[in-house]
């Protein structure tokens, strides 16, 4: 059959050993010249190409993998219309789909130009964008675009005036450069849910090219399996992590964005990026994870916010958030399809290791919609007892006891979880402790929102100014002019939760500096000052836990 080379490929890839790398390669190489005409082979054969890369078993496998790949926009291209069926997928030769952020947005006009352009065939009402462009309108173009006789797209087709560019890129030359009118439009752009569509043929910003030059490429022998031990080996220290240079940083940001956003995805952390805060640590066998912090202006108030991306050889292979709080950290797992049935487990233990050593956190949180709470690629994935099996347990004691029994019958060989026991299952968030921790250290999430509601409490009547201020007065720094704007910022910020703590006033002088320190933290360059002041501080966080655990 015609497709049998691209199905014995698939069969071997994660085979190991002298034998199966020849045979890897041959085929490779076989396959780049006779490739599969089918589009579900095709979107196979780009999968495992790209599995092989990240994880080859010699320089053979890995050089036939990165040339077949540099030229599989031709493959793609042989399928004519039937290529359509693999958008979104970040393979090259394909259309991704997907309302981005504004911050995502910018970069991809200014990264890809010419290749992302308004989706107008999604485009079901037309008013949103329309309140984007009126404040660049001057006085003599109202009467034509109020007169209802030209499209938003006739308008910005006008306003092109002839010039070979994108109506996005126009769209976005006519935003405000800077200050609060910046700052709306950002604001109404990112409301107004614009529908893109980025062409990916011959993009360098596809899947299928996406990869992080490594000067030294390692050649697996096997797939790892985790620990048996997983909590004992993730509170081990991580041996080797570093905080990247900018120009680095900049770089595992841009590999980043386009891993993601060619597959139609997001996380806040990444296209919110600091490059003074990216940390790639080492997870061996060529393996590795960037940790990448938020600028200080995009700071959430008492959580830190990361994003990750995990990578085997340069190649990205997942993608997540941890959100570190006192002293604990919210996260959870994303592996691209192409990599699922590798060695998710693994890398994901000595993920949570590298998260560990750089936060010192003693509890990780996973959250129900990780494991199917509304999440049915989760239900069928039965990503509950992937973190069961690493030792998360449910929060809840009658969701506890289910896991229990359910486990017990699934290791006499029963059938698969049914999937409304699994949504039974994903009912509350799962936590691994590193160790005994003390229930004073949780801090439940649902107290967020309850401390939020106060601080609009504070905020009501009076302005966050004068919030700051009262604070400092309390605190004993009201003259505030010299520190660093980022950390001003920070102070107001927090100003209203703080101010909610009973008895601020008669807190002792050393309490008081511990928490101008831990507030001015919040706006240092690297949030991870105030990850770690936060988890040492024994006045902060635990004050706030009283006022809140009270209701």
Same mark, same amino acid.
């Given at each position: 059959?015609?497709?049998?080379?691209?199905?014995?490929?698939?069969?071997?890839?994660?085979?190991?050993?002298?034998?199966?790398?020849?045979?890897?390669?041959?085929?490779?190489?076989?396959?780049?010249?006779?490739?599969?005409?089918?589009?579900?082979?095709?979107?196979?054969?780009?999968?495992?190409?790209?599995?092989?890369?990240?994880?080859?078993?010699?320089?053979?496998?890995?050089?036939?993998?990165?040339?077949?790949?540099?030229?599989?926009?031709?493959?793609?291209?042989?399928?004519?219309?039937?290529?359509?069926?693999?958008?979104?997928?970040?393979?090259?030769?394909?259309?991704?789909?997907?309302?981005?952020?504004?911050?995502?947005?910018?970069?991809?006009?200014?990264?890809?130009?010419?290749?992302?352009?308004i989706d107008w065939a999604q485009v079901d009402d037309e008013s949103a964008i329309d309140g984007?462009?009126?404040?660049?309108?001057?006085?003599?173009?109202?009467?034509?675009?109020?007169?209802?006789?030209?499209?938003?797209?006739?308008?910005?087709?006008?306003?092109?005036?002839?010039?070979?560019?994108?109506?996005?890129?126009?769209?976005?030359?006519?935003?405000?450069?800077?200050?609060?009118?910046?700052?709306?439009?950002?604001?109404?752009?990112?409301?107004?849910?614009?529908?893109?569509?980025?062409?990916?043929?011959?993009?360098?910003?596809?899947?299928?090219?996406?990869?992080?030059?490594?000067?030294?490429?390692?050649?697996?022998?096997?797939?790892?399996?985790?620990?048996?031990?997983?909590?004992?080996?993730?509170?081990?220290?991580?041996?080797?992590?570093?905080?990247?240079s900018p120009a680095r940083a900049r770089a595992v940001i841009h590999l980043a964005r386009a891993?993601?956003?060619?597959?139609?995805?997001?996380?806040?952390?990444?296209?919110?990026?600091?490059?003074?805060?990216?940390?790639?640590?080492?997870?061996?066998?060529?393996?590795?994870?960037?940790?990448?912090?938020?600028?200080?202006?995009?700071?959430?108030?008492?959580?830190?916010?990361?994003?990750?991306?995990?990578?085997?050889?340069?190649?990205?292979?997942?993608?997540?958030?941890?959100?570190?709080?006192?002293?604990?950290?919210?996260?959870?797992?994303?592996?691209?399809?192409?990599f699922r049935g590798g060695e998710a487990a693994y890398l994901w233990v000595a993920a949570l290791?590298?998260?560990?050593?750089?936060?010192?956190?003693?509890?990780?949180?996973?959250?129900?919609?990780?494991?199917?709470?509304?999440?049915?690629?989760?239900?069928?994935?039965?990503?509950?007892?992937?973190?069961?099996?690493?030792?998360?347990?449910?929060?809840?004691? /009658?969701? *506890?006891?289910?896991?229990? &029994?359910? !486990?017990?019958?699934?290791? =006499? +060989?029963? @059938?698969?979880?049914? #999937? $409304?026991?699994?949504?039974?299952?994903?009912?509350?968030?799962?936590?691994?402790?590193?160790?005994?921790?003390?229930?004073?250290?949780?801090?439940?999430?649902?107290?967020?929102?309850?401390?939020?509601?106060?601080?609009?409490?504070?905020?009501?009547?009076?302005?966050?100014?004068?919030?700051?201020?009262?604070?400092?007065?309390?605190?004993?720094?009201?003259?505030?002019?010299?520190?660093?704007?980022?950390?001003?910022?920070?102070?107001?910020?927090?100003?209203?939760?703080?101010?909610?703590?009973?008895?601020?006033?008669?807190?002792?002088?050393?309490?008081?500096?511990?928490?101008?320190?831990?507030?001015? /933290?919040? *706006?240092?360059?690297?949030? &991870?000052? !105030?990850?770690?002041?936060? =988890? +040492?501080? @024994?006045?902060?966080? #635990? $004050?706030?836990?009283?006022?809140?655990?009270?209701?």
């Amino acid at each position: 059959m015609p497709d049998s080379p691209a199905r014995r490929l698939h069969a071997i890839r994660a085979d190991f050993g002298a034998a199966a790398g020849v045979e890897k390669a041959a085929l490779i190489e076989r396959l780049t010249h006779q490739p599969p005409t089918r589009r579900a082979a095709v979107v196979r054969l780009h999968d495992d190409l790209l599995f092989l890369r990240a994880f080859p078993d010699s320089p053979a496998v890995l050089r036939a993998a990165a040339r077949a790949l540099a030229g599989f926009d031709r493959v793609v291209r042989a399928l004519g219309a039937a290529r359509h069926a693999a958008d979104d997928s970040g393979m090259t030769g394909t259309v991704s789909h997907d309302a981005y952020a504004f911050a995502t947005v910018e970069w991809l006009d200014a990264s890809f130009p010419g290749e992302v352009d308004i989706d107008w065939a999604q485009v079901d009402d037309e008013s949103a964008i329309d309140g984007l462009l009126r404040p660049a309108l001057q006085r003599a173009e109202e009467d034509a675009f109020d007169s209802g006789e030209l499209t938003t797209h006739d308008w910005l087709v006008l306003r092109k005036g002839g010039r070979r560019e994108t109506d996005l890129a126009r769209l976005l030359r006519l935003a405000p450069r800077r200050g609060a009118a910046r700052d709306v439009f950002r604001l109404m752009y990112d409301a107004a849910d614009v529908p893109l569509r980025w062409r990916l043929a011959g993009s360098r910003g596809a899947a299928t090219h996406a990869v992080l030059p490594t000067p030294r490429p390692v050649f697996r022998q096997a797939m790892r399996r985790p620990p048996a031990a997983a909590a004992r080996h993730i509170a081990t220290p991580t041996r080797v992590i570093e905080r990247l240079s900018p120009a680095r940083a900049r770089a595992v940001i841009h590999l980043a964005r386009a891993a993601l956003a060619s597959r139609g995805r997001e996380v806040f952390a990444v296209y919110a990026a600091n490059p003074a805060e990216v940390y790639l640590a080492d997870l061996g066998e060529g393996a590795s994870i960037a940790v990448i912090g938020v600028l200080p202006e995009h700071r959430m108030s008492l959580e830190a916010n990361y994003g990750y991306l995990m990578l085997s050889n340069g190649v990205p292979v997942g993608y997540g958030g941890v959100t570190p709080l006192y002293r604990q950290a919210n996260t959870g797992l994303n592996i691209f399809p192409s990599f699922r049935g590798g060695e998710a487990a693994y890398l994901w233990v000595a993920a949570l290791r590298a998260f560990r050593s750089l936060f010192r956190v003693t509890r990780f949180v996973v959250n129900a919609k990780q494991v199917g709470e509304g999440n049915r690629e989760a239900i069928a994935s039965g990503a509950f007892w992937f973190y069961y099996k690493l030792g998360f347990r449910p929060a809840d004691a /009658a969701t *506890g006891a289910l896991a229990a &029994r359910e !486990f017990r019958r699934l290791g =006499r +060989r029963g @059938p698969r979880t049914a #999937p $409304a026991t699994l949504r039974a299952l994903a009912h509350g968030d799962l936590h691994l402790d590193l160790g005994r921790v003390p229930p004073s250290d949780f801090f439940d999430e649902r107290w967020l929102v309850d401390v939020s509601r106060g601080a609009t409490v504070q905020l009501a009547g009076t302005g966050a100014r004068a919030l700051a201020d009262r604070l400092g007065q309390l605190l004993g720094c009201p003259a505030r002019g010299r520190w660093p704007a980022d950390e001003r910022a920070a102070f107001a910020r927090l100003a209203p939760v703080c101010l909610q703590l009973p008895g601020l006033a008669r807190w002792s002088d050393a309490r008081r500096r511990a928490m101008v320190a831990l507030l001015r /933290a919040k *706006g240092r360059p690297q949030e &991870r000052d !105030f990850v770690l002041a936060a =988890r +040492r501080d @024994p006045n902060f966080y #635990p $004050a706030l836990i009283r006022l809140a655990s009270r209701g």
